[in-house]
């Protein structure tokens, strides 16, 4: 369950930061009322997780998902360029994660 929460609280974090590329400035309603309350409730389902996993390890995950995700997002909702640099950064964003949860693990006991 705490992995469902953590997979909530990444996709209405990536939902709030790609209309706050839509917002232009928070100067659109619509979509700048969806920055705040997606932000809210990523963060809510973020903190539910954390009551059973380790905190590192799970930042890492909502971060780097969250970091794909808003790529992926401006690539198909905004028409923003890849580029093999940027293709690299996301290789190396999901190798630190797996690196990170190889180390300090993700259930706390």
Do not use: D
């Not at 309603?29 to 932000?39: D, Q, R």
Request: glycine share 14%; charged share 5%.
């Amino acid at each position: 369950m705490p992995y469902v929460l953590l997979a909530f609280a990444i996709a209405f974090e990536v939902t709030a930061t790609l209309a706050m590329r839509a917002s232009e400035g928070m100067s659109k309603l619509g979509p700048s009322v969806l920055v705040v309350a997606g932000y809210l409730i990523s963060f809510v389902f973020m903190a539910k997780a954390l009551t059973s996993l380790n905190v590192g390890p799970v930042y890492a995950i909502w971060s780097a998902l969250g970091t794909i995700g808003a790529f992926a997002g401006g690539v198909v909702l905004f028409g923003e360029q890849i580029k093999p640099a940027t293709i690299a950064g996301a290789v190396i964003i999901v190798l630190g994660v797996i690196v990170m949860n190889l180390g300090g693990g993700v259930s706390r006991g």
